[in-house]
């Protein structure tokens, strides 16, 4: 089992910059890939970005690719979301969540792909 804690967000004008973190316990946390989603009042929650197990390999929603970029340390384990340019349309509660499905290069782009959840943390971008 894993647990994951996101961290990092908060408050940001338009334009400024946030960078998330999913810590995860386990001893096993390579063998995840993790991805984050992202869910706004009324709305279905939606991909932003995957990074597989072990691979680096890594999948982007059209509407973050060159400004979000997804990364891991698996020494820590941890993967970040640098999100710059943000705009007032990333204003979600952001999800990560951990998956062992599929190959060591598969980053999903499917929630139903994913098994364990964390609890969210809040990004606001004010325009």
């Known amino acids: 089992q894993v647990q994951l804690v996101e961290s990092g967000g908060g408050l940001v004008q338009a334009g400024g910059s946030l960078r998330l973190s999913c810590a995860a316990s386990g001893r096993t946390f390579s063998s995840y890939a993790i991805g984050w989603f992202r869910q706004s009042p009324g709305k279905e929650r939606e991909f932003v970005v995957a990074i597989s197990r072990s691979t680096g390999s890594t999948s982007y929603a059209d509407s973050v690719k060159g400004r979000f970029t997804i990364s891991r340390d698996n020494a820590k384990n941890t993967v970040y979301l640098q999100m710059n340019s943000l705009k007032p349309e990333d204003t979600a509660v952001y999800y990560c969540?951990?998956?062992?499905?599929?190959?060591?290069?598969?980053?999903?782009?499917?929630?139903?792909?994913?098994?364990?959840w964390g609890q969210g943390t809040q990004v606001t971008v004010s325009s």
């Open positions: 969540a951990a998956g062992s499905r599929g190959s060591r290069w598969y980053a999903p782009d499917s929630s139903h792909e994913y098994d364990y």
